[in-house]
């Protein structure tokens, strides 16, 4: 049984550009959460998707936008990266109604030059 | 304001000792709180869970206890080993619902042969 999936684990971008990060979540898991965390600091909840849609959302600026597929698995774009949007981006699974079982993957290392 | 306060910062220990790290929370009302370990570079993967109606819970040499009354929390490890090094982070979920789940910034627990 997979738990959930990220990719890429590393990407490196330059300011400007635009980047895509995929997550597959936890068989059986149908709600997928995006954080990001800071060096030093603890994951900040990006938005959260249940059956495709955006159903909460932290405080990100527009520019950080998600999707989510029929099969479960999410994207997270960011558009017109900054130097500050460098980070690790993780991705949680768990199951509607099950919030406090949330399963990480290992994370995708942001760094923007 | 909700927020989940972690302390120390960091600890460095000696291997085969025992540590205790601190986490007070003023979320309120309180569902449950759970505590993770983050390997450097890695998702955080779960050892308790604790609802507000728990003072303990074990997972192996891992012991959580929770004050609900004080808003206290604390993790201890007991005969601690070199691969115990990581972040140790306090997460306090709020009755309203997971996505309002709040992260502390974590304890880097660093353990010495």
């Known amino acids: 049984d997979a738990g959930v999936t990220q990719s890429p684990t590393h990407l490196i971008k330059t300011r400007g550009q635009q980047v895509t990060l995929r997550c597959s979540p936890k068989?059986?898991?149908?709600?997928v959460s995006w954080y990001q965390q800071a060096l030093g600091q603890g994951p900040q909840f990006i938005f959260q998707?249940?059956?495709?849609?955006?159903?909460q959302r932290g405080n990100f600026p527009d520019r950080f936008s998600g999707h989510q597929f029929p099969n479960y698995s999410s994207e997270l774009n960011v558009n017109a990266l900054l130097l500050g949007d460098s980070a690790l981006y993780l991705c949680?699974?768990?199951?509607?109604?099950?919030?406090?079982?949330?399963?990480f993957g290992s994370g995708t290392q942001l760094s923007v030059l | 304001k909700n927020q989940v306060e972690q302390s120390p910062q960091s600890l460095i220990i000696l291997e085969g000792k025992n540590c205790t790290l601190q986490?007070?929370?003023?979320?309120?009302?309180?569902?449950?709180l759970r505590w993770y370990k983050q390997d450097t570079g890695r998702g955080p993967v779960s050892l308790t869970i604790?609802?507000?109606?728990?003072n303990t819970k074990s997972n192996g040499r891992y012991t959580a206890t929770l004050d609900a009354d004080t808003k206290q929390s604390s993790l201890h490890i007991t005969a601690s080993q070199l691969s115990d090094s990581a972040s140790y982070i306090c997460?306090?979920?709020?009755?309203?619902?997971?996505?309002?789940?709040?992260f502390g910034a974590g304890t880097r627990l660093f353990v010495k042969a």
């Open positions: 604790m609802t507000f109606s728990e």
């Open positions: 068989s059986g898991h149908d709600t």
């Open positions: 998707y249940y059956e495709e849609e955006e159903r």
């Open positions: 949680a699974s768990s199951r509607t109604g099950v919030q406090e079982k949330l399963f």
């Open positions: 997460v306090v979920s709020p009755w309203t619902g997971g996505f309002k789940t709040i």
């Open positions: 986490c007070n929370y003023t979320v309120s009302p309180f569902s449950n």
